[in-house]
């Protein structure tokens, strides 16, 4: 299975750890920030302080910390100012990672990024060096179990997504990134599909390479490392692990 889907399914499998260590709250707190600072405090304006308040809520935050950070970004609160970078890299066996990150200090974070990529025996590029083989897409990932699979196919459709695909245990709903919000509150609507795994707009790999043994056992554990990182938002790679060994490695 690819990087993306795979990655994201470990990822809310160690979600409550995650969330235990304030991991979760500490990413949505400058998801919102950042959200509001770029597109005012006004979530019916603003489609990703929007999303960005659905995530927090959906993760139990309290309704006073959201209206904090989102004081924060408009400047209403003090805060901390945040700016957005993206890291490129190669990792293991030739896998490329993007690395999403919000930081209040650059020169520390990326000296922090290039050390996890170097101890995982990858190395840190230059800007373009692997986002060419990724694109934009939004998703919406549900639990097979839990959905009508053809009233999610004709909404999502309806609402101009650009595809579904399935697997062994979810759909997944891909709409280009500025249909994202539309898509997704039209699909809302509807109760018995609101119950997504995750909503996100995202770096889907256009190809994959293929690790296993020492090579995929590293891969994980450099993602891991850098989910850990207190600055980083989000992780893409394009590796592709084959769904057994994945099995023992998880």
């Known amino acids: ?3 993306h889907s795979k990655w994201s399914t470990i990822k809310r499998k160690k979600g409550a750890a995650d969330a235990k260590r304030g991991k979760v709250f500490t990413r949505l707190i400058k998801e919102l920030t950042i959200a509001a600072r770029l597109g005012g405090g006004n979530p019916e304006a603003n489609p990703r302080l929007r999303t960005a308040i659905a995530s927090a809520k959906a993760e139990n935050m309290p309704k006073d910390n959201i209206e904090r950070a989102i004081k924060k970004g ?3 609160l003090e805060g901390a100012h945040y700016e957005e970078f993206t890291y490129e890299g190669y990792g293991p066996g030739g896998v490329a990672v993007m690395v999403d990150v919000m930081t209040d200090n650059k020169n520390r974070t990326t000296a922090e990024i290039r050390h996890i990529f170097t101890k995982s025996n990858g190395n840190l ?3 373009g060096c692997v986002a060419w083989m990724f694109s934009k897409k939004g998703t919406l990932v549900y639990d097979k179990a839990l959905v009508d699979e053809d009233q999610l196919m004709e909404l999502a459709l309806d609402a101009g997504a650009e595809d579904i695909t399935d697997d062994e245990n979810t759909v ?8 994202f ?6 699909i809302d609507k509807s109760e018995a599909l ?6 996100e707009i995202t770096m889907v790999p256009q190809n994959t390479v293929k690790v296993a043994g020492k090579e995929a056992e590293q891969v994980l ?13 989000n992780v893409y790679a394009n590796f592709d692990i084959p769904e057994s060994e994945m099995e023992k490695l998880s």
Do not use: F, I, W
Not at 194 to 199: E, G, V
């Open 125 to 127: 590029g230059e800007s």
């Open 172 to 179: 997944t709903v891909m709409t280009d990134p500025k249909d």
């Open 181 to 186: 919000y539309t898509v997704k509150e039209q």
């Open 1 to 3: 299975m690819s990087g």
């Open 74 to 76: 408009t400047g209403e």
């Open 194 to 199: 609101k119950k997504y795994s995750m909503a």
């Open 221 to 233: 554990r450099m993602m891991e490392s850098l989910e850990d990182n207190d600055d980083v938002q």
